[in-house]
């Protein structure tokens, strides 16, 4: 949980913030939804994997979500700052330039530009009691 501000420096290193390196070595790093990065640990990658190897192979959107999710993936090892050092095209993915938001979204981080994150939260401000009425919706039966 949370939401941290840092910058991305001109290799591509970052720092994260001490509770989201809590006696970790090694983190995974992929391409996210919305053009910001997903960081696993080891344990939950692994569970992603595996809810992944559950799609059909045969389906052409499997595939392409698949290719897209694994062929930016990379692990991570901090160094002795904190730091990880991110792809290059990770980065350009994420349109990385220097001003990062760092947030913790339930069992993943995410990486986001500092004013594609701040677009994305300004876009959806005002739909946020809408989407949690249609996430939350109670059914009659459970009353």
Not at 23 to 34: A, N, S, Y
Request: charge should be negative; proline fraction near 2%; glycine fraction near 4%.
């Amino acid at each position: 949980m949370g939401e941290y501000h840092h910058n991305i420096d001109e290799k591509g290193r970052i720092v994260l913030p001490g509770k989201f390196r809590e006696d970790r070595t090694k983190i995974v790093v992929t391409r996210g939804l919305e053009k910001c990065l997903y960081l696993y640990t080891m344990e939950d990658w692994e569970k992603v994997v595996n809810k992944l190897n559950e799609l059909p192979f045969t389906k052409k959107d499997a595939r392409t979500f698949m290719r897209s999710f694994f062929a930016g993936a990379s692990v991570c090892e901090f160094d002795k700052m904190g730091r990880i050092n991110i792809t290059s095209p990770l980065v350009s993915y994420a349109n990385l330039t220097k001003e990062c938001v760092v947030i913790g979204v339930n069992d993943r981080i995410e990486i986001w530009d500092k004013d594609l994150f701040e677009s994305f939260m300004d876009d959806n401000s005002s739909k946020l009691e809408e989407i949690a009425e249609n996430l939350f919706e109670v059914s009659s039966e459970a009353l």
